[in-house]
């Protein structure tokens, strides 16, 4: 973190709160601490937007990463097809969708010159990827997506994301892709189970457990992709793109010979999330992304309230999931409360008065998805407000 608090409030002085606030000191030192750790690798990184959700920091994304940075995943099929018309190439939709009029969107984008490939994992989604291109007179590129899930006996660990499971599975969709006039020419491997398991969390007393499934997982989950891509390979599928890795993960996944690129969004941020990791490379990444609230109550001594602030994060319902106070230091929430739709009540260090109208620093648990709550951004570089500049929420096609 670049700033103190002292230094925070003099820059939102006068600031219409609450604000989004981008470090982007920390934030370019994040992007310096990825292309270090995949030096001497031979992968490139694409950036997942959703972590991002801001096309002014994407593009920054791209130009300090250089060479070792290649394209965007995207989220949805507008989003993507937005990103397109705005100049951004070489993007990956990573979640399928079936809907005729983002899918002809998308291909629309491809007839005019855009890299765009599309992740499938069924035959209806293959099917309607098809129509898609052939209405507008293209093919498209389409991406197998892969289920990463481990089983240990009955136990299902992993995220529900794809009914592709086995080597043989990807090769039958490629096959049946592939005769309905798609190119497929990538797999998307996602291990959410070692990259979204946190494990070492405060108080925690499954951490070993969670750090022994990563342990177990990461050798299985590397031979599976590797199964995939040389089952593919031997079938006569030219893979341009196996993609894998996440944030949470990316420490390990570099090490996979058989990937050509990892994916991460997270870390350029560091929500607070990634606080309970430990793994030293995402212990080295700074926060910087925060938003500010302001404090318009003392009801006592001890207490201050904010104004606004419930802005919780997908995902299981559980205290992690909300946002955590982080300047000035010493803030708690209150656990009958905690952070609300219209007021956030905060219980007071010994020592610390907050003044009403005082700004107070939060951290969101999930990277991107606090820009949902916000139109603009204030990037704050060398001590000063450098630009205000549109989330997707404030273009004028949001997506």
């Known amino acids: 973190m670049s700033l103190t608090y002292d230094a925070f409030r003099a820059l939102l002085d006068g600031e219409r709160l609450p604000a989004l606030v981008v470090d982007l000191d920390a934030f370019d030192r994040n ?6 750790l995949l030096r001497g690798h031979a992968l490139t990184l694409r950036s997942a937007t959703k972590s991002i959700r801001i096309r002014t920091l994407l593009r920054r994304l791209l130009d300090r990463g250089g060479s070792t940075f290649r394209g965007l995943m995207c989220y949805s099929a507008d989003e993507a097809a937005s990103l397109a018309d705005a100049g951004f190439d070489d993007l990956l939709l990573a979640y399928p969708t079936l809907q005729p009029g983002p899918l002809r969107r998308l291909a629309k984008c491809v007839a005019k010159g ?21 209405s507008e007179g293209v093919a498209m590129k389409a991406c197998i997506c892969v289920d990463m899930s481990i089983t240990f006996g009955t136990y299902f660990l992993g995220v529900r994301r794809s009914p592709l499971h086995t080597p043989e599975q990807v090769l039958s969709l490629a096959r049946e892709a592939r005769t309905q006039g798609l190119e497929v020419d990538a797999i998307l491997a996602y291990e959410a189970i070692v990259a979204g398991l946190p494990d070492d969390v405060r108080g925690s007393l499954t951490n070993g457990i969670k750090a022994a499934i990563k342990r177990r997982a990461m050798p299985e989950l590397i031979d599976r992709r590797a199964k995939i891509v040389n089952l593919l390979t031997r079938d006569g599928f030219a893979l341009g793109i196996a993609n894998g890795g996440g944030t949470g993960s990316l420490e390990q996944t570099v090490h996979d010979g058989s990937l050509t690129e990892v994916t991460a969004g997270s870390g350029f941020f560091k929500p607070h999330l990634f606080d309970a990791y430990r793994s030293a490379f995402v212990r080295s990444l700074e926060p910087a992304c925060f938003f500010a609230l302001e404090v318009t109550r003392t009801p006592t001594a001890e207490f201050v309230t904010c104004h606004g602030g419930g802005y919780v994060a997908s995902g299981s319902f559980d205290p992690p999931k909300g946002p955590l106070p982080s300047l000035p230091q010493g803030l708690s929430l209150l656990p009958h409360e905690m952070a609300g739709e219209v007021q956030t009540p905060l219980r007071l260090p010994r020592g610390l008065a907050l003044p009403l109208g005082s700004p107070v620093m939060f951290r969101h648990a999930k990277a991107g998805e606090v820009t949902e709550h916000f139109r603009r951004a204030i990037l704050v570089q060398g001590g000063r407000i450098v630009d205000r500049v549109a989330t997707y929420r404030g273009e004028d096609d949001p997506s």
Do not use: P, Q
């Open 31 to 36: 992007v310096t601490r990825h292309v270090s």
């Open 114 to 134: 855009c890299l765009i490939r599309v992740a499938v994992d069924s035959s209806e989604g293959a099917t309607a990827l098809a129509r898609a291109g052939a």
